[in-house]
């Protein structure tokens, strides 16, 4: 394991806790219920807020043209969203002393509108043949950003520009921010989703991640 690799956390996390190898697959980590799992790093100040966007897949520009918003890779990822955070500190050279704070359940459906509204955005400016021009500031929520390279691919329709930046779909920090104070002042999953009821499986997974929080990640190992 490359402990210099800040996407080795959730790699140890899928693969320590839950048995996943890590995968590009469309479909949803825990297919059976539907959800994905994401790792988010919160930084050590004394706000803790979350340090980054937290990437839900990547874009493929011609697939994104025949793609409808239900039937979407974008879509398929976020349904439901399992999110870790762990404290991340630069100064500590010891990887495993990164510290679990806390986890969520979160599902898509009362956010979806604006979201699917982001992502015909998205797909309109490709449709359009402005794939080159997206830039991250064109959303809140639900961004077209580059995923980290300056590689070119084409674009299906080339009428400006034959070429486009290879680019994800992220979560924006500062939505992620804003649901991390929600998790961080809760009672409960149930009562912070509004939720009726959460199914064995989907308990199952809440069990196994409770039992780990506030250990750092070099003590899970061990256990």
Same mark, same amino acid.
């Given at each position: 394991?490359? &402990?210099?690799?800040? +996407?080795?956390?959730?790699? !140890?996390?899928?693969?320590?806790?839950?048995?996943?190898?890590?995968? #590009?697959?469309?479909?949803?980590?825990?297919?059976?219920?539907?959800?994905?799992?994401?790792?988010?790093?919160?930084?050590?100040?004394?706000?803790? #807020?979350?340090?980054?966007?937290?990437?839900?897949?990547?874009?493929?520009?011609?697939?994104?043209?025949?793609?409808?918003?239900?039937?979407?890779?974008?879509?398929? &990822?976020?349904?439901?969203?399992?999110?870790?955070?762990?404290?991340? /500190?630069?100064?500590?050279?010891?990887? +495993?002393?990164?510290?679990?704070? /806390?986890? /969520?359940?979160?599902?898509?459906?009362?956010?979806?509108?604006?979201?699917?509204?982001?992502?015909?955005?998205?797909?309109?400016?490709?449709?359009?043949?402005?794939?080159?021009?997206?830039?991250? #500031?064109?959303?809140?929520?639900?961004?077209?950003?580059? =995923?980290?390279?300056?590689?070119?691919?084409?674009?299906?329709?080339?009428?400006?520009?034959?070429?486009?930046?290879?680019?994800?779909?992220?979560?924006?920090?500062? !939505?992620?921010?804003?649901?991390?104070?929600?998790?961080?002042?809760?009672?409960?999953?149930?009562? =912070?989703? +509004?939720?009726?009821?959460?199914?064995?499986?989907?308990?199952?997974?809440? /069990?196994?991640?409770? &039992?780990?929080?506030?250990?750092?990640?070099?003590?899970?190992?061990?256990?």
């Amino acid at each position: 394991m490359d &402990k210099t690799n800040k +996407g080795e956390v959730g790699n !140890f996390i899928e693969k320590e806790w839950f048995g996943l190898k890590n995968n #590009s697959r469309p479909e949803p980590d825990f297919i059976e219920a539907g959800i994905e799992l994401k790792v988010s790093p919160v930084n050590n100040n004394k706000k803790k #807020s979350i340090k980054e966007n937290m990437k839900v897949c990547s874009i493929n520009y011609f697939k994104l043209l025949d793609e409808t918003w239900n039937e979407s890779h974008a879509k398929q &990822k976020i349904r439901k969203v399992l999110m870790i955070y762990y404290l991340w /500190d630069k100064t500590k050279e010891n990887w +495993g002393a990164q510290e679990i704070l /806390d986890f /969520d359940l979160w599902i898509l459906k009362p956010n979806e509108k604006k979201i699917r509204d982001e992502w015909l955005y998205t797909k309109n400016k490709v449709v359009n043949g402005l794939a080159h021009k997206l830039t991250a #500031s064109d959303s809140k929520i639900l961004c077209a950003n580059t =995923s980290g390279t300056s590689k070119l691919v084409e674009q299906p329709v080339q009428i400006f520009e034959k070429f486009a930046p290879i680019r994800s779909f992220y979560f924006k920090r500062r !939505f992620i921010c804003d649901h991390w104070q929600i998790v961080r002042m809760r009672e409960s999953i149930q009562e =912070s989703l +509004g939720l009726k009821s959460i199914t064995n499986y989907e308990q199952s997974l809440l /069990d196994t991640i409770n &039992k780990n929080k506030e250990k750092t990640l070099g003590e899970i190992a061990n256990n």
